[in-house]
């Protein structure tokens, strides 16, 4: 399989070569930021350290950190958007919603 590229909603790009050898070049101000890769069921992952534990709780899904589900959806970085559900009943500080589209039925 050809190297393939993705970027997370962190901006971190991360590419993938073979079956599970990554290369993660952090965005810009994240330099520090480490990355828990592992296999998974048949998929890759690569979760940032300042996501984990939100991963381990519940509070961000997972499959935004599966690397395998972002190849195969083709989120390489010049997909224009990417479908992200969010669910609150109160603000959320550093969240806000610029468009809102109601879920494809």
Not at 28 to 57: C, M, Q, W
């Amino acid at each position: 399989m050809p190297a393939q590229t993705v970027t997370l909603l962190t901006g971190d790009r991360i590419t993938i070569s073979g079956d599970s050898t990554v290369a993660i070049r952090q965005a810009p101000g994240r330099e520090r930021i480490g990355f828990s890769t592992f296999k998974g069921a048949g998929h890759l992952y690569a979760i940032p350290s300042d996501a984990a534990r939100l991963v381990a709780n519940g509070k961000l899904d997972r499959r935004l950190c599966d690397l395998t589900l972002l190849v195969d959806n083709k989120y390489d970085g010049a997909a224009p958007e990417m479908p992200l559900g969010m669910e609150s009943r109160r603000r959320v500080p550093g969240v806000h919603l610029n468009h809102a589209r109601p879920p494809a039925a």
